[in-house]
């Protein structure tokens, strides 16, 4: 069964530029999580989308926004991008049966 | 708020040399504790879920306890393989929909 795929793995963007990250949940999974995690302030939760309705939302700006799609894949925007976003930016779906989460390998953003 | 302190940050054990990792954590009630092994680079992996006190979960040389303030991973006769960063995160009840909550993981480094 694959996991949870995140493209593209690598990118590297500019002050004041925007970015798209995608993820493809395992097949099955409704629910979808992105995370961010940086050395300074580890895993931090950005959003959760379950049947394209975002479901809970952390504490991040407005610059950073997802949505979900009918097949349950997920993407998420951050606009206006800072030096301070760049991250490991993590996805991570479950079914509604279990309680735990899988990652997928993550999106690493170099913001220059 | 639900809060999750992990130590110690850092941890260098010989090969065969047992321990055991902290997490305490606060939640308003415990939905699920998580433990999760993270490779520099890779996303997560996840390893176990607890949900009550007194539950312990084993898989190969690790073992997780909970108990109603923190839980443990003891890694027993570790090899170098076992090197990673161990991350704990909680699920709480104030937490809408999947929302974990991670603390700042135990990066383990096991030498030959």
């Known amino acids: 069964k694959a996991g949870v795929t995140q493209t593209p793995r690598y990118l590297i963007k500019t002050r004041g530029q925007q970015v798209t990250l995608s993820c493809s949940p395992i097949?099955?999974?409704?629910?979808v999580s992105w995370y961010q995690q940086t050395p300074g302030q580890g895993l931090q939760f950005l959003f959760e989308?379950?049947?394209?309705?975002?479901?809970n939302k952390g504490n991040f700006p407005g610059r950073f926004s997802g949505r979900q799609f009918s097949n349950s894949r997920s993407e998420m925007n951050v606009s206006t991008l800072e030096l301070g976003d760049s991250a490991l930016y993590l996805c991570?779906?479950?079914?509604?049966?279990?309680?735990?989460?899988?990652f997928g390998e993550g999106s690493r953003l170099t913001v220059l | 708020e639900d809060q999750v302190t992990q130590s110690p940050e850092a941890l260098r054990l010989q090969e065969g040399e047992s321990s055991s990792l902290n997490c305490s954590y606060t939640?308003?009630?415990?939905?699920?504790l998580f433990w999760y092994r993270q490779d520099p680079g890779k996303g997560p992996e996840f390893l176990f879920t607890?949900?009550?006190a007194g539950e312990e979960k084993e898989k190969e040389r690790l073992k997780a306890t909970l108990t109603k303030k923190e839980s443990f991973l003891h890694i027993t006769a570790p090899k170098p393989e076992d090197s990673a960063t161990y991350l704990c995160?909680?699920?709480?009840?104030?937490?809408?929909?999947?929302?974990?909550?991670f603390g700042g993981g135990t990066r383990v480094l096991v030498k030959p």
């Open positions: 991570a779906s479950k079914t509604e049966n279990t309680g735990e989460l899988f």
């Open positions: 995160a909680v699920r709480g009840w104030e937490a809408a929909g999947n929302k974990l909550t």
């Open positions: 939640v308003s009630g415990l939905r699920g």
């Open positions: 607890l949900y009550s």
């Open positions: 097949s099955g999974h409704r629910s």
């Open positions: 989308y379950f049947s394209e309705t975002q479901r």
